[in-house]
């Protein structure tokens, strides 16, 4: 028991979400070692191998896709003055990714090795393109809905708000060609302050 505990009180990094059907396939390895059953691979080599690209699939679809997605679907519900928006918010990112761990941990002990063609079949890199998508998506409505509240409030003609589609076009074709993203935001302040006067 003792050995078996050492063996595994070395280093191992992965995305929190992911780490589950990890764990669950390691307690699988290890009880099959115990019951002395012909080893397919050994724990820690297992934990060692698929440890880095499972905290690259994690960090793309949790952190760069599920979360941005989930925030622009919350802060739509925000700014249309619903007080319930951050709940909302820890709802549509906190359930997901607490099935994950559970289910992760339950299929990786049932499924063993094979819990790695599971994920794959998941396809998290397209599935975070996706969620990149919808979140831009999400925010050009967003943008579009505040531009036409402004000018109404201003009691303009809601047609002037599509005169900032030519600026739109402008910043990302200044993007596609590699201006800084930090020196594009900080001509558009300089603009806005001279224009503010």
């Known amino acids: 028991m003792n050995r078996a505990c050492e063996r595994h009180l ?9 780490a589950s059907p990890i764990l669950g396939t390691t307690l699988r390895l290890e009880e099959e070692r115990s019951l002395q059953t012909p080893e397919i691979m050994d724990a820690a080599e297992f934990k060692a191998m698929i ?13 760069s896709g599920m979360r941005p997605l989930t925030a622009a679907i919350a802060l739509f519900f925000a700014i249309i003055g619903q007080w319930w928006a951050p709940l909302l918010f820890l709802l549509l990112f906190n359930i997901p990714h607490l099935f994950c761990r559970v289910a992760g941990l339950y299929g990786g002990y049932v ?4 819990v790695n063609t599971r994920i794959q079949r998941l396809r998290l890199p397209d599935l975070a393109i996706r969620c990149k998508e919808g979140t831009v998506i999400l925010l050009g409505g967003l943008s579009a809905f505040l531009v036409v509240q402004c000018l109404h409030g201003e009691g303009l003609w809601c047609g002037w708000g599509m005169a900032t589609i030519p600026v739109i076009v402008i910043l990302g074709w200044l993007g596609r060609i590699g201006v800084s993203n930090l020196m594009i935001l900080l001509c558009l302040a300089a603009v806005v302050l001279l224009f503010s006067r």
Do not use: K, R, S
Request: aromatic content about 26%; proline content about 8%.
């Open 111 to 114: 499924l063993g090795l094979d």
């Open 51 to 63: 440890m880095a690209p499972y905290a690259a699939m994690g960090d793309a679809f949790f952190w």
């Open 10 to 18: 070395v280093y191992f990094n992965t995305h929190p979400f992911l």
